[in-house]
């Protein structure tokens, strides 16, 4: 660098008192810096953009071959940024907006916006020639304009390219389905329409963040947990929330946990003569209750005493990583559940290894839920109203966490 070599001409011609050298050296180190900063992006260029969409609509297109029950999601052109832990920002009409104020924090005058959803990267062309890149990384959240990085968030997040995969650019972006659903350390099964979390989520959430080496994204939530219920199903004591409390736990090897002699005298309470039953959204599924006790316990190294009952259980097929033998044919999961619960028919593709599972026909978001009664949807208007309306939420990480396990066994 030319400039790095006139400075040193300069800093070795001349003799400086000592206060004179600290602050040649601090603009030296800030001047490095910002090169190294305004280098950075010119990395990000339209026929990157172009040429990486591609790619990733290809993957999509061999996917929806593989899958073809698809649902067509509202219209809308946006990108959420602010994964993990991070301050949450949505990309809209030429603005990027904190979630959180729903003030803007930066306009543009936008001829074109490329959004390229497995880079995590929104490109704009402007109406005066000039490009603007919004980038998030395992570092942060930046944006590239007029040839300086502006900072919006910084933290660490494993961010892997899922190079082994068979739909790695997919899987990137269900990565970030999960992570952007994880709000001040709380995993939620979408940050805008839940405030609080669902243990049956969570738990998937934590097996896929287990994967992806991003549990500490939510680890103090688990071990602050106090309750073996999250009662969010009309305030009932559902069940299955015994053995997947008892698995987060283990998950974050929080094997001293007060909490745990509560979930097994709360298991005695459930006992139906060797295997647990109770409600799990209002109906009766002693397998799939079953069998998370099971693995709770087996997950945190405790004495197990129940057997998995040899009855029909709809909900037995949605617990497809353990215990596969353990089921009875019979009732089962209505397909068209996928239309508003894509997650529970992904769930149930696992376990029968079958292609039931229902795709989004947009390029994003890949997951949604709908018509849940339980979820704010009013709040969704600053996506647009469209979504508010028609009553389903852009992501959820119980269907992320389901397609990304699946996809990458």
């Given amino acids: 660098m030319q400039e790095l070599f006139i400075f040193n001409h300069l800093y070795s011609q001349h003799t400086f008192r000592e206060p004179m050298k600290k602050v040649l050296t601090v603009t030296l180190c800030s001047f490095l810096l910002l090169g190294f900063r305004m280098a950075l992006g010119q990395i990000y260029t339209l026929q990157k953009a172009e040429k990486t969409l591609l790619l990733y609509r290809e993957e999509l297109a061999s996917l929806r071959k593989e899958y073809p029950k698809k649902r067509n999601l509202p219209e809308a052109r946006f990108f959420f940024f602010g994964m993990g832990n991070r301050p949450k920002l949505l990309y809209r ?5 904190d979630l959180k104020t729903q003030k803007s924090l930066r306009r543009w005058k936008v001829k074109t916006a490329l959004i390229v959803p497995s880079e995590y990267w929104v490109h704009l062309e402007l109406q005066d020639g000039k490009t603007v890149d919004i980038v998030e990384d395992a570092t942060g959240v930046y944006a590239y304009e007029n040839g300086l990085q502006i900072i919006f968030a910084e933290s660490s997040l494993n961010l892997p390219n899922f ?4 739909f790695p650019l997919i899987s990137k972006v269900l990565h970030h389905e999960i992570l952007m659903n994880i709000d001040e350390g709380k995993p939620l099964p979408n940050f805008l329409v839940y405030q609080k979390p669902w243990y049956r ?3 998937m959430m934590t097996m896929a963040l287990a994967k992806t080496d991003n549990l500490d994204q939510i680890a103090d939530w688990i071990k602050n947990l106090n309750s073996p219920f999250d009662r969010n199903n009309n305030g009932y004591a559902e069940a299955d929330n015994l053995g997947e409390v008892l698995y987060m736990l283990g998950a974050v090897s929080a094997k001293g946990h007060p909490l745990i002699n509560k979930i097994l005298d709360e298991a005695d309470n459930f006992d139906k003569g060797g295997y647990i039953a109770g409600r799990t959204d209002m109906a009766l599924h002693p397998v799939y209750q079953t069998k998370w006790l099971k693995y709770g316990l087996k997950a945190l190294g405790l004495p197990d005493k129940y057997k998995i009952p040899a009855v029909q259980d709809a909900y037995g097929t949605l617990f497809w990583w353990d215990y596969r033998q353990d089921y009875v044919a019979g009732t089962m999961l209505d397909n068209t559940l ?16 079958q292609n039931n599972g229902m795709l989004s026909l947009r390029e994003y978001p890949l997951t949604w839920e709908a018509e849940s009664p339980e979820a704010k949807y009013s709040n969704l208007s600053v996506i647009n109203t469209i979504w508010a309306d028609v009553k389903v939420s ?3 990480a119980w269907q992320a966490s389901e397609m990304l396990l699946l996809l990458n066994p």
């Fill in 93 to 97: 009409d030429g603005k990027l907006i």
């Fill in 163 to 166: 190079s082994n995969a068979r």
């Fill in 201 to 203: 989520t969570a738990a």
């Fill in 338 to 353: 996928g239309m508003n619960l894509p997650h529970f028919i992904w769930a149930t593709d696992h376990f029968f290894k």
């Fill in 394 to 396: 852009p992501m959820n």
